[in-house]
């Protein structure tokens, strides 16, 4: 057998594994259908909202010469947003007072607005450092 088969094989048995363990703890749950509903709606978010949105931010970007640092900017926007959403977006107060001691919606707008500002900057100075350069000598 080849290597690439063994590590193929090996990674799809460990796969099935993991899933066999998720299905197991999703059914330890104490309300498992929630739990499912959860997965799915998540599920929808993912393939219907998010994935269709990145790529059609990834065709807006074809063919501009600052793609990379727009693609970084997204990409640190996007986990900014995602890992700030759930707090955000939770029904009621939390069951810890101090869990948002302060306004994360505020924040994560201010936050936002750095990464956009640092985002422009970047680019500015990168199509400084690529501008033709002009000769001095008088010709």
Known sequence: MRTANAFRYGAGALGLVLIAIGAWR???????????????????LHDGILA??????GLLLVGRRDRGVLRGALVVAGSLVLVTLPL???PGAPPNPS?????????????????????????????WRRRPQRSTDGD
């Open 26 to 44: 999703v059914a330890d749950q104490p309300d498992p259908l929630g739990v499912l509903v959860w997965l799915a709606g998540a599920l929808v």
């Open 52 to 57: 269709p949105l990145v790529l059609a931010v």
């Open 88 to 90: 955000l977006v939770r």
């Open 99 to 127: 869990a948002l001691p302060l306004p994360y919606g505020r924040n994560l707008v201010i936050v936002l607005a750095a990464v956009v500002v640092v985002t422009a900057a970047m680019i500015v100075v990168l199509r």
